[in-house]
């Protein structure tokens, strides 16, 4: 069956370090998302890309880098790790732009 | 900000329905209202969306009144399986992005 799979589903990193979460789906999907969310709240947009080669800021997307060299792929880079960072970080895929999202199992995130 | 209001958390008997409402009054014609349910350490799970009909799935029925401000979701027969925190979101009127709320945590009581 098809998924999408993070991973690690934990990770314990130290302030400035570069840390890079990696997010894998095998739907075929076009549209790929990251969000994070924090404790008691909603998720929010970090990062998107609606195809090979494209990437669009969210709202949260200072401190974040994606990057899409193929369909399946779309890692999230922390170039300098900071403890607001601290969050469970959300992948999900999408076929056609509006229609329902899948999303990943997660990555907990805690920098020390 | 999120475009929706909902209540932060509703109880339900096990076996009855459980209704959840949203108020959206500042939706636009174009957009559309999606819900979303995570259980807890989960990744969210889409349950059903609409434009201003009202849809059903096998999960969900979702009513959208006539000025479209405000919907329901209705689970017909809530099991404990069903305690979530649910969420209405209106897709973004920008590169349809979804704009998450706090959403309401449902909690389902035998």
């Known amino acids: 069956d098809a998924e999408i799979t993070q991973s690690p589903r934990h990770k314990i990193t130290e302030t400035g370090r570069q840390v890079t979460l990696a997010c894998h789906q095998t739907?075929?999907?076009?549209?790929m998302f990251w969000y994070r969310q924090d404790l008691g709240h909603g998720l929010r947009l970090i990062h998107y890309?609606?195809?090979?080669?494209?990437?669009n800021k969210g709202e949260v997307s200072d401190g974040y880098s994606v990057s899409r060299s193929n369909t399946e792929d779309l890692p999230l880079t922390l170039e300098s790790a900071a403890s607001s960072q601290t969050s469970v970080y959300f992948c999900?895929?999408?076929?056609?732009?509006?229609?329902?999202?899948?999303f990943g199992q997660g990555t907990r995130l805690t920098v020390v | 900000d999120a475009k929706t209001t909902q209540p932060p958390s509703m109880d339900c008997a096990e076996g009855r329905a459980a209704n959840l409402p949203c108020n959206h009054s500042?939706?636009?014609?174009?957009?559309?209202v999606y819900w979303y349910r995570q259980i807890h350490s989960q990744g969210p799970q889409y349950i059903i969306h609409?434009?201003?009909?009202?849809e059903t799935n096998e999960m969900a029925s979702l009513i959208i009144t006539e000025d479209r401000k405000s919907s329901t979701l209705i689970l017909p027969h809530a099991t404990l399986r069903d305690t979530a925190v649910y969420y209405c979101i209106v897709r973004g009127d920008s590169n349809y992005q979804l704009i998450w709320g706090a959403g309401t945590k449902l909690i389902i009581k035998p």
């Open positions: 739907w075929n999907h076009n549209n």
């Open positions: 500042t939706i636009s014609g174009n957009e559309y």
């Open positions: 890309s609606y195809g090979v080669q494209d990437t």
């Open positions: 999900a895929s999408s076929h056609l732009v509006g229609t329902e999202a899948f």
């Open positions: 609409g434009l201003k009909n009202n």
